[in-house]
């Protein structure tokens, strides 16, 4: 694996940052990885000055996409590397991050698709005019990630930017820059021009918050913390800046009384325990029918203490480090938190002698709905089992939450799966599934857990401003003038 030299890009040249050093540190051993220097907010400003290119926005649709259908080749072409990078500095298993690597490609060749064939609309005649509504790029836009799937997030962010016609200003997560420095390598070698983009790593508090500031960056899409997405809302709300956020989770995954146990129970493991529980649709909540509790329960338990703890480079390992020891140890702290509560731990609950940052997959019961480690994000592989009696039950609890951002429904009835489906507020429901993405579906969050749309076609739009077109259709002048 080649590990990058310690340089940042910016403004289309790469130079080492003026900011602070970030040790990137691999969490299976502990060992240094790599030094890059963070940004600075003199970065910051030169990539913004940059990052307009009116070159790139005037190329036709099918030119641009072109290129980005390239990029989509080379991370294929790159693909073992990256995700061995990926999975080095983030901890994560193997085989996640070579389906995170296929998912940026993907994310590239999707997009350019969209965009080669996206139409700009005629509207219905309403007077001796025609109206169009057509769709130009912003300018400079930020991109501001989180350090669970740099490479996927990444690229749900610059694809669909660039596509539109826009400069990217990337912020990575501090403390997992490599592979989106990897990435911004590839976009730079398909041809996107190099001013374009610029990757920025460093702390939210001085580089996330010089680019979000910035009065040429005229949108930011964030995926992160609810509490950071607030923070960089209200600094929005100031600019009058339009920001697309996706944030934070505890997810409902519910049991139905008919479900295929052997199903249900691969899927919540699954759903809670894969990334080592370092995700925003992590199904966190696991509802139970009271009367099938303690055979779930059981199931539950002895599937969870079977999966493989190990190196995210080994090919069996199910659950991989934790993303940093802090991390780890503030996992370990919630925990602790929860047997303050009352919890009863059913397995893990402690950290193991295993030099990385390891944390094995946990299970708590004997919590209610309201208590903190049921409504607070732990970001770890800790799921509470909460029996419930009924479906009214079932959906005042599982919408008991400030977040809304995903739902799994285990069921052999189509009636209650479609009943619960549209009752619960989660801005995306798995049935009989769990944690499967489309790049083709949009992807929300409801309350607390975002605002506005990714992915999808019209995921081009969301970096994009809208406007209107009049053509007069009459000869002579307009009659209250003339
Ligand atoms: P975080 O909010 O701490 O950081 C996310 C990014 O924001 C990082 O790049 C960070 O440096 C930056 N940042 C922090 N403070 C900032 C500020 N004041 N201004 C600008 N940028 C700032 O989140 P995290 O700990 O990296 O990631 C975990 C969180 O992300 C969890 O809450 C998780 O649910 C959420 N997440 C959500 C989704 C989703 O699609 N909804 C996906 C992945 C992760």
């Known amino acids: 694996m080649t590990v990058p030299a310690d340089e940042i890009l910016v403004a289309g040249r790469w130079r080492r940052g003026g900011g602070a050093p970030l040790e990137c540190v691999d969490p299976a051993t502990g060992e240094p990885l790599a030094v890059v220097h963070a940004a600075s907010a003199r970065d910051v400003d030169d990539a913004a000055q940059a990052a307009a290119v009116p070159e790139w926005a005037a190329l036709l649709p099918h ?3 072109r290129v980005l259908m390239r990029v989509g080749d080379l991370i294929e072409r790159d693909a073992d590397e990256l995700a061995l990078l990926q999975t080095r500095n983030t901890g994560k298993a193997l085989r996640e991050t070579r389906a995170l690597v296929a998912s940026a490609a993907a994310t590239f060749r999707f997009y350019a698709a969209a965009l080669e064939t996206m139409e700009t609309a005629l509207t219905p005649q309403r007077g001796p005019y025609l109206t169009m509504s057509v769709y130009e790029p912003i300018g400079v836009v930020g991109a501001i990630t989180p350090w669970n799937s740099p490479i996927a997030s990444d690229a749900q962010k610059i694809a669909p930017a660039l596509a539109a016609g826009n400069g ?9 820059p490599l592979v989106s420095l990897a990435l911004a390598r590839l976009v730079l070698e398909a041809g996107v021009p190099a001013p ?14 010089a680019l979000v500031r910035h009065p040429l960056v005229g949108k930011v899409a964030f995926t992160g913390g609810t509490s950071t997405g607030r923070a960089i809302g209200r600094i929005a709300a100031e600019k009058i800046m339009p ?10 995954t519910i049991v139905c009384p008919d479900a295929s146990a052997e199903q249900a129970v691969a899927g919540i493991l699954y759903g809670i325990f894969s990334s080592t529980g370092q995700s ?15 055979e779930f329960r059981d199931l539950l338990v002895a599937g969870a203490s079977r999966l ?58 004997g919590l209610p709905n309201t208590s903190k480690t049921c409504q607070e ?5 800790v799921g509470v089992l909460l029996p419930y009696v009924d479906e009214d039950d079932l959906v005042r609890q599982a919408n008991d939450s400030v977040y809304g951002l995903a739902c799994g429904i285990w069921t052999a009835d189509y009636r209650r799966a479609w009943r619960i489906a549209r009752r619960v507020e989660a801005g995306t429901v798995w049935i009989n599934t769990y944690k499967q993405f489309s790049i083709s579906t949009p992807f929300s969050g409801m ?36």
Do not use: N
């Open 63 to 65: 030119e641009r996409a």
């Open 168 to 176: 990217v200003l990337l912020k990575p997560a501090e403390a997992t």
């Open 196 to 209: 374009l983009l610029s990757v920025l790593p460093g702390s939210g508090s001085v580089v996330g918050d």
């Open 243 to 252: 920001v697309t956020m996706e944030l934070g989770g505890k997810s409902p």
């Open 280 to 294: 925003c649709i992590a199904g966190s909540r696991i509802f139970l029918p009271a009367a099938r509790y303690d």
């Open 308 to 365: 493989r703890l190990g190196p995210g480079v080994a090919g069996d390992t199910q659950v991989a480090p934790l993303v940093t020891f802090a991390h780890r140890d503030r996992v370990a702290a919630l925990v602790d938190r929860a047997r303050e509560e009352g919890a009863r731990v059913l397995c893990g609950g402690a950290v193991p002698s295993s030099a990385g940052a390891y944390y094995p997959p946990t299970l708590l019961e």
């Open 377 to 381: 994000e732990i970001f770890g592989p």
């Open 447 to 482: 309350k607390e857990s975002g605002l506005g749309v990714d992915k999808g076609r019209d995921g081009i739009l969301g970096y994009m401003r809208q406007k209107s077109v009049y053509w007069g259709l009459d000869e002579g002048p307009l009659p209250w003038a003339g």
